[in-house]
């Protein structure tokens, strides 16, 4: 079966703006005025050079749509309007081809972000989107009309960055093409880092604060998607493993690359620009043929528990939300047999099409209909919905989706290196499967075995903090999660695993403190897979209590399918296979939590419960200690009220609290987060506290905020094998760290207090990435976002500048062969002059494993770029089996040049035991990539490589081509 990707319909690889109905309207018009002479309508509002640039907003939502009636689609402009495009004179004949619901054109002052508007500023970064037929001619035409210098032009997405004054932005406003106008912010808040903070993550991904530091390592993900992931420094191939490439065309690549950054991207490029669970394994599939079949194989043959889904079969249809579809009990029935596999399960993005139901009752159809499933809606930055997610109930009444996390403008990999923001709930759900790694990570450490899918729902359901109505609802499920208390829950044992049988009561006490602010309670259980004809999915129908001290009983929330927008209520549920009991302000003593099997046709049937103890305090959530923040920069301070509403002092330390600045004063604390900028500053002693009359918090430990280097002055001058990279100066800095990114790892090759660092000894035509780090006051920061470079040959010369370019023949000896080594083999080396000017004298020299050093001066005639090979006549014993270690060098009186002039060079003289055959050799004992002529490979010393041009040796398959 086919798949459709209308969840891939709102990323767009850049920053755009999605306009609803409530932030903009359109100047509509009637078509038919076009082809009238008498009805002198006014078309400088949407023609530009002979062409009309409207809005509409079809009937059908679809961009597939509009594409079939030869319609422009320039931009999406969310909520179901399109900016199209269409030749003035064939304008009247297009548009009547469709039906729409509304056409018209942008007024030019709602094209202007708000804070734009009352400028007095005479100076205004902007960015301007514009139409993407629009071409870099026309945008350098209208700049030169109006006045301005282009800053940059991005014309693979469309927007033009510029510094203008207020009329100069209403001029833009007013050009047809244009459709938005913001803010340029050139210092960036990753929006990936973002996710991080308000998923908690942040807490438990280090060893500070909190002592766990869980990165995922040694969790497998599967994620089913378009295609094959693309190539990205922060996607190594080792651990991002090719299965099923049937789909592996140019553009299918791009979903998967997003998602797997959101996942498990490295953060190479930038240590903030990071997935949720970077150590993980991530296994890809497309989604042809049989995915159930493919998840159930997946947990045979690569022990994947946690399967990433962002994509529908189908858009809703408002009537049949989050259906039961076949193929959706049958990826129930796996999870059911399979008790470990937890499915995680995009939402959706088509909410906008249920205007009669005020957008609940669009759950997609797909897999977002399994009750097995975790399914996700998408929030923007402040935790509010995005109008496009989603939302219960499902046809049967059940509530989708359970979690929510951001999704609006996530800053991910991009294939080829690049990265972007994209926007939809397809990067919502790979972060709560990234927690969930994280989770079987810890899990995992403490028990030795992998946890059931139903307690990894239970606590991050259990955890999750609590959006919209009190108690879970339609929208936002039961919130957001937090990493941090369902590794607390893991690590403290606060839950408990059992089965029951049909009428069959279980009881679990636990003991609540006195001072809680709130008691949460959750059972979850893998239920059977149910019937589609059949009026409910749910078989086995369990029920939860709690009896308090006083002998009271606490039902769990309940909603109601009928009246989707009430808050929930105190109930027995016999709709979902996830039931939640919170009791504010709880009474010390013992309580009683009460499992009955109320119907268990299938039984017994296993569950878990979880529960959390939330003290009444103010609890500071970043930064909370380890985090290394960049200077003058703007982030947002968060933190969980947990029940105080009172005005609050937030204060910052760079001394480890021996003085406190105030950063703002009467602070509303249910806010929850406040945006500062960090000062100018480098210290590793910094710390936040924010205080409400006698209560206080300070982070738990200290974190730092260092100075970075302007990247814009970083730069790299390449020559032949080597690479100088320069940087401008920071006022202050003691020293500059330089890294390359060497065998899928930074590697630090230099410090300097200078402001430039040659690399030597580099390999000719390779791309090399490259960062710089300040140390200021004793501190590093964060190394820059990384940059790259290629040496060539011939990229640079000087007057006087020779070398060893490298050995002559001996690359390596194996026993009872023709390359074995004798007791008097003579050395060679070949000398390359790279300067201008010919040499005929040239000191060359060499030491064996740090012997006597053995000379020799090079007489041959060595023109511009031409090389000679020194022949030395002594001899060395090289015929024991091991390893010996070359270091050779040139000592050019004048030389201009003296970071060419070393080469260290290993021989390996390797042992030859007999093989016995038949032999299977699958090259995957160890993890190797090699480019260029390799003597003995590692984990199999028998094979050499000898690539030709191009050619490339890897031990795991990879990313859909030969090697």
């Known amino acids: 079966m086919t798949k459709h990707f209308t969840l891939l319909s709102l990323f767009i690889a850049t920053f755009f703006t999605v306009f609803s109905k409530d932030n903009f309207e359109i100047s509509p018009i009637d078509i038919s005025s076009l082809n009238n002479p008498t009805a002198r309508l006014n078309v400088a509002g949407f023609r530009y050079d002979q062409t009309d640039y409207l809005v509409i907003q079809p009937k059908s939502n679809s961009e597939n749509y509009l594409a079939t009636n030869n319609i422009n689609v320039e931009s999406y402009l969310g909520d179901g309007f399109y900016l199209i495009s269409t030749k003035a004179i064939a304008t009247v004949s297009s548009l009547q081809k469709i039906q ?91 929006l990936i880092q973002e996710s991080n903070f308000l998923t908690n993550v942040n807490e438990v991904e280090n060893t500070s604060p909190n002592g766990y ?10 994620i089913w998607d378009e295609g094959t992931v693309g190539s990205h420094i922060d996607l190594p191939v080792a651990s991002n493993i090719i299965i099923d490439k049937e789909l592996n065309y140019p553009t299918a690549v791009s979903h998967p690359t997003f998602v797997g950054g959101c996942i498990a991207g490295k953060g190479n490029s930038f240590s903030s620009i990071k997935g949720l669970s970077p150590k993980s394994v991530l296994y890809y599939y497309d989604v042809l043929n049989d995915i159930v079949d493919e998840v159930a194989q997946s947990k045979t043959l690569y022990n994947i528990d946690i399967n990433n889904h962002s994509y529908n079969f189908a858009p809703t249809n408002c009537l049949e939300s989050g259906l039961y579809i076949p193929e959706a009990s049958d ?125 990894v729902k239970s606590v991050l359901f259990n955890t999750a903090h ?107 549920d016999n709709l979902n296979t996830n039931e939640q009991v919170t009791i504010d302000n709880p009474l010390a003593g013992s309580y009683k939590i009460v499992v009955k099997g109320t119907s268990v046709p299938f039984g017994p049937q296993t569950y878990a419960v979880t529960y959390f103890n939330q003290k009444k305090e103010i609890e500071l959530t970043h930064p909370n200690g380890g985090e290394i923040l ?83 002055t970083i730069n790299a001058i390449v020559c032949d094998r080597k690479a100088t990279i320069s940087w401008a100066t920071v006022t202050g800095a003691s020293s500059y760290n330089v890294y390359l990114f060497l065998d899928n790892d930074w590697r630090l090759v230099g410090q300097t207090s200078g402001t430039n660092f040659t690399i030597n000894n580099l390999s000719n035509g390779k791309k090399y990435y490259y960062a710089i780090s300040v140390i200021f006051n004793g501190v590093e920061s964060n190394h820059s976002l990384s940059k790259t470079f290629i040496t060539t040959p011939t990229a640079c010369t000087t007057t006087n500048d020779v070398g060893i370019y490298s050995m002559l023949k001996q690359t390596g000896g194996r026993k009872f062969t023709s390359t074995t080594f004798a007791g008097n083999e003579r050395l060679s080396f070949i000398i390359k002059n790279y300067g201008t000017t010919t040499q005929n004298s040239i000191p060359v020299s060499y030491s064996l494993n740090g012997g006597p050093v053995k000379n020799m001066t090079l007489t041959d005639v060595v023109t511009t770029n031409d090389t000679s090979i020194a022949r030395y006549t002594a001899t060395e014993d090289l015929g024991a089996v091991g390893n010996y270690n070359i270091v050779a060098w040139t000592s050019l009186p004048g030389d201009n040049n003296r970071n060419n002039d070393t080469l260290s060079y290993k021989i390996r003289h390797l042992a030859n035991f007999r093989i016995i055959l038949p032999i299977f050799e699958s090259f995957e004992n160890s993890n190797e990539e090699l480019t260029n002529y390799t003597f003995g490979i590692n984990g199999f010393d028998y094979a050499d490589y000898n690539p030709e041009f191009g050619g490339r040796f890897r031990t795991n398959e990879g990313r859909g081509f030969a090697n």
């Open 100 to 190: 729409t619901t509304q056409i018209g054109f942008l007024k030019s002052e709602d094209k202007i972000y708000e804070s734009l508007k009352n400028t007095n500023l005479q100076s205004n970064p902007i960015t301007v989107l514009f139409a993407s037929s629009i071409s870099e001619e026309t945008i350098l035409e209208v700049a030169q009309t109006i006045g301005f210098s282009i800053s940059k032009i991005d014309n693979v997405n469309h927007h033009f960055t510029t510094i203008v004054n207020k009329s100069q932005i209403e001029k833009i406003s007013k050009l047809p093409f244009v459709y938005f106008i913001s803010n340029y912010y050139e210092r960036k808040n990753l």
């Open 213 to 222: 530091n869980l990165k995922g390592e040694g969790v497998s993900v599967g």
């Open 331 to 455: 990826l129930d029935k796996v999870a059911y047999n399979n008790p470990t596999i937890l499915p995680v399960i995009a939402v959706g993005n088509t909410a906008s099409n249920c205007a009669t139901s005020d957008t609940f009752s669009s759950v997609d159809i797909g897999f977002q209909g399994c009750k097995n499933a975790i399914t996700v809606g998408w929030l923007f930055t402040d935790r509010t919905i995005v109008g496009n997610s989603g939302r219960g109930p499902t046809a049967d009444g059940r509530l989708k989706p359970e979690l929510v996390s951001k999704g609006f403008g996530v800053f991910t990999t991009l294939p080829n290196d690049n990265f972007g923001a994209v926007y939809g709930s397809s990067f919502a759900a790979p972060q709560i499967a990234a927690i969930a790694a994280l989770i079987h990570q810890k899990y995992k450490q403490q028990f030795g075995v992998v946890p059931n899918a139903s307690l």
């Open 630 to 712: 960049d200077a003058g920069t703007r982030y947002a301070m968060r933190w969980n009220a947990n029940g105080f509403d009172s005005l609050a002092k937030i204060e910052l330390s760079t001394d480890n609290g021996a003085t406190w600045s105030e950063l703002i004063t009467n602070y509303n604390i249910q806010k929850e987060s406040y945006n500062f900028t960090t000062p100018l500053v480098s210290s590793s002693q910094c710390l936040v506290k924010i205080s409400s009359g006698l209560n206080e918090v300070i982070s738990k430990q200290n974190f730092t905020i260092g100075r970075q280097a302007n990247y814009g």
């Open 466 to 572: 609590d959006l919209g109505n009190i108690g879970p609802d339609y929208k936002f499920g039961y919130g957001i999660p937090n990493a941090n208390k369902s590794i607390f829950s893991i690590a403290n044992n606060q839950f408990f695993e059992d089965n029951v049988s049909a009428n069959q009561f279980k009881i679990h006490t636990i003991a609540v403190p006195a001072g809680l602010n709130k008691l949460n309670v959750t059972l979850c259980w893998t239920d059977k897979e149910g019937s589609p004809i059949a009026s409910k999915t749910i078989v086995n129908n369990l029920d939860l209590k709690i009896v308090t001290p006083a002998g009271d009983t606490i039902l769990p929330w309940k909603l109601d399918p009928s009246s989707y927008k009430n808050a929930a209520i105190k109930g027995i």
